[in-house]
């Protein structure tokens, strides 16, 4: 009988261990090529503002980060760096620079959602015609799916 719960207990944790790593390793597999260092320049070159994803903010950990250099212009937000990996991140604007959960929370309704990033090895997300980035101050990035805080840089 002991035998059997023991062996029930490794089968189950080894079970949950590869879930878990399915869902971290899965948006790897699945992602769209980033753009092209090319595409990238062309867009950063009209970048009104800038600024820093960084590692060591409050809310960010081993498993979601970013780190690279953002540039934000009237038609584009574009991302030269690296995100972790993930399920479901989006790109919102905001007024304030946040770097909590809890502060994502409290201003997800004065905030913009620019769009959905699929590629962890830089991005250029368009600006929709309603949305004026001097608006905002901030860029984050958050994982919807698990209402996860991953980065966030400071452009103005």
């Given at each position: ?65 970013g780190e690279g250099k ?16 993930g399920p479901d991140f ?67």
């Amino acid at each position: 009988m002991t035998k059997l719960i023991l062996l029930f207990l490794t089968h189950t944790l080894v079970a949950l261990v590869g879930f878990a790593g399915g869902i971290y390793t899965l948006p790897l597999l699945t992602a769209p090529s980033p753009p092209s260092a090319g595409e990238m320049a062309a867009a950063s070159n009209q970048a009104l503002f800038s600024g820093q994803f960084r590692r060591e903010l409050a809310d960010s950990d081993f498993l979601h980060w970013g780190e690279g250099k953002l540039s934000v212009s009237k038609q584009f937000v574009v991302f030269e760096g690296q995100l972790s990996p993930g399920p479901d991140f989006r790109l919102y604007l905001s007024p304030e620079f946040i770097e909590t959960e809890a502060d994502f929370v409290r201003m997800k309704s004065q905030m913009v959602q620019v769009g959905e990033v699929k590629t962890f090895d830089g991005f250029i997300l368009p600006l929709s015609d309603s949305i004026d980035p001097v608006d905002y101050n901030t860029a984050i990035i958050w994982c919807e799916s698990f209402g996860q805080f991953i980065s966030a840089a400071r452009y103005r």
